[in-house]
């Protein structure tokens, strides 16, 4: 899961996606990270942490990291919260065939629209939608990938 500072929108898509996880019993893992070093090691912005308790999550333990080439060789999809990030991914591929485990996350329910999830940082109301988007892009994931 890859926004821009890994605080808002990449924290909550991750932590979503393991309460899934754990509750249909799969053995994945998931990350998030960042294509932005601002915020490297500082956790969750408190609105996304507020957001996910609301809806009994705990992201609190997460902190930011940045984004390496060597996550495209590590990991089986990577999934973009924006077209921006998704094309910052895409150029950082070290080979060209990595960039096809890139995904745009709402591509999941919208299929080929190129939709972004927006960013909520600047948006103190705007986290519940966010929250909303990526529950049902998590929904998918569980159904296409399990």
């Known amino acids: 899961m890859v926004c821009l500072g890994n605080i808002c929108r990449s924290p ?41 308790r609301q809806r009994g999550i705990d992201i609190r333990d997460q902190r930011a990291r940045q984004l390496r080439s060597k996550d495209l ?4 999809l990577i999934f973009a919260m924006d077209t ?16 096809e485990k890139v995904h745009l996350i709402l591509d999941l329910i919208y299929p080929g629209e190129g939709r972004s999830v927006p960013d909520p940082y600047y948006d103190d109301y705007g986290f519940e939608g966010v929250y909303d988007m990526l529950e049902e892009a998590c929904d998918q994931i569980i159904v296409k990938f399990r």
Do not use: C
């Open 84 to 99: 921006s990030n998704y094309r910052s991914i895409v150029n950082m591929a070290p080979r060209p065939a990595l960039s």
């Open 73 to 76: 060789e590590e990991f089986d």
């Open 12 to 52: 909550l898509a991750e932590g979503i996606l393991k309460e899934k996880i754990k509750q249909h019993q799969l053995d994945w893992v998931v990350d998030s990270a960042g294509t932005g070093y601002w915020h490297v090691g500082e956790g969750p912005d408190q609105r996304s942490v507020a957001v996910a």
